[in-house]
């Protein structure tokens, strides 16, 4: 059994999932699990695919077209290492991450947060994402936050430690959607698991990057990513219900938002908030800033 199992989902980037695993230590202690997800030919050479020259690395070529949902799910039913670490391929892990993910292999909790680098994918000049989950973290440390409260305020999978064992015992995997695909993943890993089973530390993992054709930016410009990304949204302020101490989304923030797509885009977005009952979900932290906006 490996110590690590890294996770990453690829469609149609080859040259960035090259970076990508070109920052991963090709050793026996790390698995490197990679799931194309119905790449084309037309921009993927198969036969020289990144990772097939590894060691340890599993290239596996799924023609679902399931999405990134589908092509983490098939790399937790292949993982086997004690811990399980996920990475975007446009990403790419800090030059000392793996001796940080070592320092802590032995410890106890079942998931580790960490902070990330930021930078523009193409010219590496340091970018903002990733930015609010740095600031949890310094308030988790100087115990303003817990890290629960840290973790869900950006609930990807990325910058994390998950032990297996704990996700196979909860029976958590992701759902399988267009957008979105990990955020009741990381709540639900979050809520179920012991506030003592969760710590963060200050150490730069991960550097997350931004890039234009990213589903990031797609949110921005496609009206069925955002319907999307607003049904997990319903979906995980109905979660959160039971854990009345975190935060919840506020959906009439969405539909506001939903506005910038059109007419069509607004109404279905708002028939979609009224049947799941969801118009008033948030709505207290609504209330809450806008009374600390104008007061």
């Known amino acids: 059994m490996h ?45 020289h695919f990144p990772g097939l020259s590894r060691t340890h690395t599993q290239c596996i070529l799924d023609k679902q077209g399931g999405g990134a949902g589908h092509a983490r799910n098939i790399g937790l039913r292949n993982a086997d290492g004690k811990w399980l670490v996920f990475a975007d391929a446009d990403d790419f892990f800090t030059k000392n991450a793996f001796d940080i993910l070592k320092n802590h292999k032995d410890d106890k909790e079942d998931i580790i947060l960490f902070k990330s680098n930021s930078v523009d994918s193409d010219s590496l000049i340091p970018a903002n994402r990733f930015e609010d989950l740095n600031l949890a973290i310094d308030d988790v440390l100087s115990g303003r936050l817990s890290a629960k409260e840290a973790i869900l305020k950006r609930p990807g999978p990325v910058c994390k430690m998950f032990r297996r064992s704990y996700i ?23 809520c179920w698991c012991n506030d003592n089973a969760v710590t963060v530390y200050d150490d730069i993992l991960y550097t997350v990057t931004t890039r234009t054709g990213s589903l990031t930016e797609e949110r921005k410009t496609n009206p069925n990513n955002f319907l999307c ?3 997990v949204q319903i979906r995980c302020n109905k979660f959160l219900e039971d854990y009345p101490q975190f935060r919840k989304e506020p959906i009439i923030v969405r539909l506001l938002l939903a506005r910038k797509f059109g007419a069509k885009t607004f109404l279905r977005a708002f028939w979609l908030i009224i049947r799941k009952g969801a118009f008033f979900s948030g709505f207290g932290v609504f209330m809450k800033s806008v009374r600390n906006h104008i007061f």
């Open 3 to 47: 110590i690590f199992s890294i996770i990453i989902p690829h469609h149609n980037i080859p040259e960035l999932l090259q970076r990508c695993l070109d920052s991963i230590p090709d050793v026996p202690e790390v698995q490197v699990i990679v799931v194309d997800d119905n790449s084309s030919e037309q921009k993927v050479d198969f036969e």
């Open 168 to 190: 196979a015992q909860k029976d958590i995997w992701f759902d399988e959607v267009i957008a979105s695909n990990d955020m009741m993943f990381v709540t639900k890993a979050t």
């Open 229 to 231: 990304r607003l049904g």
